[in-house]
């Protein structure tokens, strides 16, 4: 089991990425899928999760600047990002949960990407 995130990196205030998570070694159809971010000395947070239908969810920071979406032809989920502010800079994780509906917590999430690095500064 393999996921790959790319697409990280150092972004000016107001400026986007897209984040991609390559999946492989399990069936991704059938799992729902989310991603995490980690900013240094804090927890693991909840940003964004979309089901195994394409029902999707974002914490409420993100919400209408994130937007999450998935291809299941490709085995690969997405994070795009609009309008990044300094506070969402932190290590972003792809991860994996069995299950048809989303899970907000890391404890449902069965596989876990290495994560990439997001640094939003001027």
């Known amino acids: 089991v393999q996921l790959v995130e790319s697409g990280g990196g150092l972004v000016q205030p107001g400026g986007s990425l897209r984040l991609s998570c390559a999946a492989s070694g399990f069936t991704f159809s059938i799992y729902a899928m989310g991603w995490f971010r980690q900013a240094p000395g804090k927890e693991r947070e909840f940003v964004a999760a979309i089901s195994r239908s394409g029902d999707s969810t974002t914490t409420d920071s993100v919400k209408g600047r994130f937007t999450i979406s998935r291809d299941n032809a490709k085995n690969t989920v997405s994070l795009q990002m609009n309008s990044l502010k300094p506070e969402d800079t932190a290590v972003y994780y792809c991860?994996?949960?069995?299950?048809?509906?989303?899970?907000?917590?890391?404890?449902?999430?069965?596989?876990w990407g290495q994560g990439t690095q997001v640094t939003v500064s001027s």
């Open positions: 991860a994996a949960a069995r299950r048809e509906g989303y899970s907000y917590s890391v404890s449902g999430y069965r596989y």
